[in-house]
């Protein structure tokens, strides 16, 4: 890359899509953005291209952000897809969080074309995507990495270099099952207090001040006492992210007991009809489960 920015083509405006490609805008980068539903671009303030093809043959780097392993399959290698409009020299980076091994398989396939790929999957949610300060989790050629290093500062606040193809991934869902475990505990603690007569509020006020305290915890307790769970991360996504690392684990040989039924769970609450809504109201389903 010379010191003039890229051209940034910005696939998938869901809801951490829209702020990244935002803060890239407002950094000054020329962005082109493709979404499969055209409008949510309005508004957005650049171009739109017509397909990820189009999208891809004005662009330097490509720039994927959409829901899982389908998904990114469909935008990279499906009809006027990535590879079918992409040119040798350029980079894809993939932010969303798909599996390793569709990691590692899109990269040989894209590297086959002359194609730098990352896989660069993030950490936080739809505020720090806003604020530009998610954790930015790499897997691909070390130089590459480096490369695009200017573009992961403008949208995170730290960026790591895992290793090669599919260590991004890795990377992820080692870090996102602790997400989905601790929301879990909390949601359990939560329906063990009503049922053991506790008042909500105060069993929350406890716990933000005891020793499990988090972030994390603390930031999704007012929804539990509001009792509404509008999506920042959609529950389907915490399922998807629990079966994907339930696999790694398997053919890693780790053992994850606690994954692997906090993956039951979540796919419960998907099929009960709460995957789009906040993975907060995994609540929702142990309420059910407890008769409450
Ligand atoms: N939300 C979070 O807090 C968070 C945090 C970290 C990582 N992630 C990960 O980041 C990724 C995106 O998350 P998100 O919350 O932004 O998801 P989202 O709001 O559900 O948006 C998904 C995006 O993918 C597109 N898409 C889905 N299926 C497609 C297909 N078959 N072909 C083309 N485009 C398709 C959607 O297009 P349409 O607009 O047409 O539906 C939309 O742009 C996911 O992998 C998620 O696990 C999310």
Redesign the pocket.
């Known amino acids: 890359m010379s010191t003039e920015k890229p051209k940034i083509g910005w696939?998938?405006?869901?809801?951490?899509?829209m702020p990244m490609s935002r803060n890239l805008l407002a950094a000054g980068y020329p962005v082109t953005v493709y979404?499969?539903?055209p409008g949510?671009a309005d508004g957005l303030g650049c171009a739109l291209a017509p397909s990820p093809a189009a999208l891809a043959a004005a662009s330097d780097v490509v720039i994927t952000?959409?829901?899982?392993d389908?998904?990114q399959d469909?935008?990279l290698f499906?009809e006027d897809g990535v590879a079918a409009g992409v040119s040798a020299g350029k980079t894809v980076i993939n932010?969303?969080?798909?599996s390793p091994g569709a990691s590692r398989d899109h990269a040989a396939r894209l590297g086959r074309l002359g194609i730098d790929v990352l896989d660069a999957?993030?950490?936080?949610?739809?505020k720090p995507?806003t604020d530009g300060t998610l954790l930015i989790l790499v897997g691909g050629d070390k130089a590459v990495f480096e490369r695009c290093q200017p573009i992961f500062d403008v949208l995170g606040k730290r960026s790591f270099h895992f290793g090669g193809h599919g260590q991004g991934a890795n990377a992820k869902l080692a870090v996102n099952m602790m997400l989905g475990l601790t929301l879990q505990a909390l949601a359990e603690s939560v329906v063990l207090g009503a049922k053991t007569g506790l008042d909500t509020d105060m069993l929350l006020d406890m716990i933000g001040d005891a020793a499990v305290a988090s972030p994390i915890i603390a930031m999704k307790s007012p929804s539990i006492r509001a009792g509404k769970f509008p999506?920042?991360?959609?529950l389907k996504?915490m399922a998807?992210?629990f079966g994907l690392a339930v696999e790694a684990a398997e053919a890693a040989g780790a053992a994850v007991p606690i994954t692997r039924a906090a993956c039951g769970t979540f796919a419960s609450a998907r099929k009960d009809g709460l995957g789009d809504n906040d993975i907060m109201a995994v609540l929702t389903e142990l309420r059910t489960q407890s008769a409450l």
């Open positions: 696939i998938g405006l869901g809801h951490m899509g979404n499969r539903t949510k952000m959409v829901s899982d389908a998904s469909q935008v499906g932010m969303g969080t798909v999957p993030v950490s936080g949610s739809v995507a999506a920042a991360f959609p996504h998807k992210d």
